[in-house]
């Protein structure tokens, strides 16, 4: 089954506009993929070794807030609350009542804050290496801090080498396309000029995990380097309808690291 071709657009949400790119079937059910908080990241960037196999489906991959295409202002509140409430918005725009949410990182987090706001619109929950439940006492581990000084005071290839590098347990899958791809998003004049006034203090989900009653899959790579698999355990105990799997010989980014693995298991999860 061929997939239809992939459609771009903009997307109206709270007070801002998000780019979405969307291909599949236009009826069938709907996936959100959103992606994690690397300089210089999108939605394609990070799932496009994924969405073509699941032709099915109405598949969505946004750019979050100050990411891709989407709009970039700057971020005064916490950020998964805030980037829950624009995806939320621009779901009501398209006339979206229920989906699944797929996650990785940043985008888990946001996808945790969403099924506690709308869990009306939370099919089911998909979360690879998800933020937005750090134990108490844990201290961000170096990479995750690499990342967030990158996001505020700059972004030069050499810091964006040595984050991606970390991020996965094979160097060799960083080639130079990435790092120039995400450098040129990284250093968008809009991005630059609103980084400083931008809260990226992490923001917590432990609290309410307790709330989210759709099934949900929890992904983690066993030697991720950003958010330890140990707390992948923490996660899935707070949640009260989730499973966890565990990926090993691999990083943060299970769905580019492990992509033929990862869709195997996302289908097994949406047809069962």
Not at 116 to 144: C, F, K, N, Y
Not at 248 to 267: D, I, K, S, T, Y
Request: charged residues 25%; glycine residues 8%.
């Amino acid at each position: 089954m061929s997939m239809p071709a992939i459609k771009e657009k903009m997307v109206q949400a709270d007070g801002i506009r998000l780019h979405v790119t969307e291909t599949g079937n236009p009826e069938g059910p709907v996936l959100v993929w959103l992606h994690g908080a690397g300089p210089g990241a999108s939605g394609m960037d990070n799932f496009s070794a994924n969405i073509d196999s699941f032709p099915g489906f109405r598949n969505l991959v946004f750019d979050f807030p100050r990411y891709g295409k989407s709009d970039k202002p700057a971020v005064k509140e916490p950020l998964f609350s805030y980037n829950a409430r624009q995806v939320i918005a621009a779901l009501d725009t398209l006339g979206v009542k229920k989906a699944t949410m797929i996650g990785n990182s940043m985008g888990g987090g946001t996808a945790l804050r969403m099924a506690v706001l709308r869990p009306d619109l939370i099919e089911r929950l998909v979360l690879m290496g998800s933020a937005g439940a750090i134990p108490h006492g844990e201290a961000l581990t170096p990479t995750l801090l690499m990342m967030i000084d990158a996001l505020k005071n700059g972004a030069t290839r050499e810091k964006i080498r040595a984050i991606a590098v970390n991020m996965v347990y094979d160097p060799s899958l960083i080639k130079d396309e990435l790092i120039e791809r995400r450098y040129a998003n990284a250093i968008d004049p809009e991005t630059v000029a609103t980084a400083k006034d931008t809260l990226l203090a992490p923001e917590s989900v432990a609290d309410d995990l307790h709330k989210i009653t759709a099934p949900t899959l929890v992904i983690w790579g066993r030697e991720d380097p950003v958010l330890p698999l140990r707390w992948a355990k923490d996660l899935t105990e707070k949640l009260p309808n989730a499973e966890t799997r565990i990926v090993p010989h691999c990083g943060h980014w299970v769905q580019l690291e492990q992509p033929e693995w990862f869709n195997r298991m996302l289908a097994d999860f949406l047809t069962h």
